[in-house]
């Protein structure tokens, strides 16, 4: 059925969720016709749990609306996401203004940190406050249909500046520098509360 090689998000969500269940490694396979193979599939073994993951896109064959629907992903796929990104988009409010600014980041600790200025409007806007986090991956438009996923994750958590020792040697030193390059000296903590995310695949434009 020609089906592409899982991205590493898919294969470490699928780790994860597999380790939950069993001593045995998760295995995969792309099908084509689901609605029927799901019938009759988890008969062959019913204490064994299955999960469809959803279409594959028009380079896999596999039968949607559109070929690629924007499927909710895992919690496990969004950290892993955010553990590899480096850029992102805190969206806070500045003078009851919202404000969405892009900050360098890292995921230290279960913790989304970046770094700014000690008298910067940001600390003011953060420190304390609940924040909306984003990051993506996003299709231009202009990869080939079947290219891999595009994706975006949105992180909703309780911002603070971050007082202990060994969180800010951690951070200062998996986020060397931030956008104000001169004073930024404060490393800020977001705590998630919420973790969502999304993934697409780019079609055809029939």
Request: charged letters at 15%.
């Amino acid at each position: 059925w020609g089906t592409p090689a899982a991205p590493r998000w898919l294969r470490h969500a699928r780790a994860g969720a597999g380790s939950e269940v069993s001593v045995n490694p998760p295995g995969a396979e792309g099908e084509g016709g689901p609605t029927p193979s799901l019938a009759w599939w988890p008969g062959g073994d019913p204490g064994a749990p299955h999960v469809a993951t959803g279409v594959l896109g028009p380079g896999g064959h596999a039968h949607g609306p559109n070929g690629s629907p924007p499927l909710p992903m895992a919690e496990a796929a969004c950290y892993a996401l955010l553990a590899e990104a480096t850029v992102g988009r805190v969206a806070v409010t500045m003078g009851a203004v919202p404000a969405v600014l892009p900050v360098t980041f890292c995921l230290v600790d279960g913790q989304i940190v970046f770094r700014t200025g000690s008298g910067g409007p940001l600390l003011d806007a953060t420190d304390g406050r609940v924040v909306a986090f984003e990051v993506d991956d996003l299709p231009t438009g202009t990869e080939p249909a079947g290219a891999l996923p595009g994706w975006w994750v949105q992180v909703v958590g309780w911002a603070k500046r971050v007082t202990d020792d060994g969180l800010q040697a951690k951070a200062c030193a998996a986020v060397p520098w931030g956008w104000q390059h001169d004073g930024a000296d404060v490393v800020v903590a977001v705590e998630p509360r919420m973790v969502s995310g999304r993934r697409m695949v780019v079609t055809d434009a029939d």
